[in-house]
Structure formats: structure tokens, C-alpha cells
């Protein structure tokens, strides 16, 4: 049950995307700026990503998971792939 609720939440909980974008970085600018270098911020603005819940879709990955007992690792990628794609 344990791994069947931590795909759950890997695959449902609500997450963040950054998308970078053109703007002023400085200190006084309005977007957030992630620096990848030292002297090069990237400016980034974050999304909420929503997703849906899908009873159909926890009861296939649940049968999945209790026939095969993956591993965490396997499981968190069974999750990703399992997310929609923005």
C-alpha cells in the first residue's frame, strides 16, 4: 500500500514549473531570476501545474505495482512518465 500511495502522490500532487522568459533581472525588476552562472541570471516565472485525479488510472497502476514491486526509483519513473506533458 505504501508504494501504491507514493505513486499516487508523485503522479496527482499539484507541482511547480519554471519557464524562462525575457525581462529585467535587477535587483528592482518584477520577474524571479534563477542565476546559472555568477554573473548570468536566467529570468523564470512559475506556473502551478494542476492535475486531475483519475480513479481508472490509480486502480491500473495500483495492479501494476502489487504484481511487480518495484523499486522506489522504478516507481518514481512510472510516475513521471505517467504525468501530463505541458
Do not use: H
Not at 508504494?3 to 502522490?9: C, D, E, L, P, S
Amino acid at each position: 500500500k505504501a508504494k501504491i500511495m507514493y505513486w499516487a502522490v508523485l503522479r496527482f500532487n499539484d507541482s511547480w514549473e519554471g519557464r524562462s522568459v525575457l525581462g529585467d533581472c535587477s535587483p528592482s525588476g518584477k520577474i524571479n531570476c534563477l542565476p546559472v552562472l555568477a554573473d548570468e541570471p536566467i529570468p523564470v516565472t512559475w506556473e502551478r501545474v494542476s492535475v486531475t485525479f483519475d480513479e481508472a488510472e490509480l486502480q491500473k497502476a495500483a495492479k501494476l505495482i502489487e504484481a511487480t514491486d518495484p523499486s522506489l526509483e522504478e516507481i518514481e519513473e512510472l510516475a513521471r512518465l505517467a504525468r501530463p506533458k505541458n
